[in-house]
Structures are given as C-alpha cells and as structure tokens.
C-alpha cells in the first residue's frame, strides 16, 4: 500500500489537525515540509503537482491529492469513533467544522500567523489596519466555543472526543501566539487540557 503523504508547513494549525488526527488513529504519514514564507507552496512544480491553489496542506493518497485541513481530517477519520455514529451528531460535527473555518481560523489563525510569525513590523498599513477587526472576531468565536462548552458535557458533540473538537484545537490552544487571552475562557481552557489528555495526542511542534 502506498504511504499517505502530508504535504504541510509544521507550525501551521491547518496541517496539525491532519497529523493529530492521524496520530489520535494511530495512522502513519510521510510528511513534506514546505516553507511558506519562502513560498515553497506557489512554486511551479509544486502548483502543478500538488495544488493548483499554491496551499497546503494536501494530504495524498497515491495519485489522489486532498486539499482542504477538515475535508483531509474527515477522510483520515472516517468510520473511525472521531465520527459520531447519530446522524444528528454526525450533523453538529459539521457544523462546528463550518464554524472554525468561517468564524474561528480567519481571525484566530490570522493574527498568529501575522504576529507570531510574519511580525507586526512586516505587515502592510491595510493588515494593520484589519488587527482590530480580527481580535474582535476571535474574542467572538471563542465566547461561542466557551458558552457551548459551559453548558453542555465538556466537548463540542456529545461526551466525548470528536473531529471537531481536533479541528476546532488547532488553533484554539495557540491563540495566545496572536495576543488572545485564553485565561478569560475557563471552560476552553478545561477542554484544552481534556484533549492533551487522550491517547496517541501529539503537540503541534511533534
């Protein structure tokens, strides 16, 4: 059988949630590094052969290539118990993936990468400009995840660990990386330590 590949920069929550997904499973990946500062991702071999779209990551499986972290995550984790077997839940997984990429990851992820890694002093007038925006973003996603979590049994579907409580990681657990304050957010912080907690978890920098 051929290997299942991940083509990913390290420090991005994106590929992390495949690898931790795949290390919760007990799966093994060859994993590509690509330096997306230097970018590695936009070069012509690589828009080629990997994504037209000049992201990662990909994850590939002999000649079928897999872009998109949660479309690769539940691909990884199908049939697996990180997939609720109740259809309702199966439902509520799904929309908490939607919401950490339409709600979570363009403003918690962005300010990481911007500030952690870009540095504030590199950005242009308009990201500078948009910082304010995206804090208030997060802080609002993060008053969701930790209303929800308050309130109900301590993961985002049922009792127990699903992909989106992974997806939903990712990014979560660093975002203090992009100057948020997750000391304000008890029931986060509770869950955070629930996930480090299970079988097989790995750290992003592993």
Known sequence: MAPIILHEYTNSGNCYKIRLTAALLGIALDRREYDILKGETRTPGFLANVNANGRIPVLQMGDQMLPESNAASFWLADGSPLIPADRFDRADMLRWMFFEQYNHEPNIATLRFWLAFVGEDALTEAQRAAIPGKRAGGDAALAVME?????????????????????????????????????AYPAISRWIA?????????AITD
Do not use: N, W
């Open 147 to 183: 209303k929800h979590l308050r309130d109900g049994q301590g993961y985002f579907v049922g009792d127990r660990i699903s992909l989106a409580d992974i997806c939903l990681y990712a990014y979560t657990h660093v975002a203090d990386e992009g100057g948020f304050d997750l000391g």
């Open 194 to 202: 629930a996930i480090k907690r299970a079988p097989g978890y790995i």
